[in-house]
């Protein structure tokens, strides 16, 4: 479980930091990444609590 909350909350990070390099520099190239990077932080997100889901179940 910590492994995720740790993955999680790097995946963020990544996201907030491709986000700032966006914003300093205009580059297109930072906001698809932070795009990216934000899709896989949610999917793992989902993936966090659907195992704390069944956990909980089982």
Do not use: E, N, P
């Not at 698809?32 to 704390?52: C, D, E, H, M």
């Amino acid at each position: 479980m910590l492994i995720f909350r740790w993955l999680v909350l790097f995946l963020l990070l990544g996201a907030a930091l491709s986000l700032a390099f966006y914003l300093g520099t205009g580059r297109a190239r930072y906001k698809r990444w932070a795009l990216l990077i934000l899709k896989w932080s949610v999917i793992a997100g989902v993936t966090f609590f659907a195992v704390l889901m069944l956990g909980r179940i089982l």
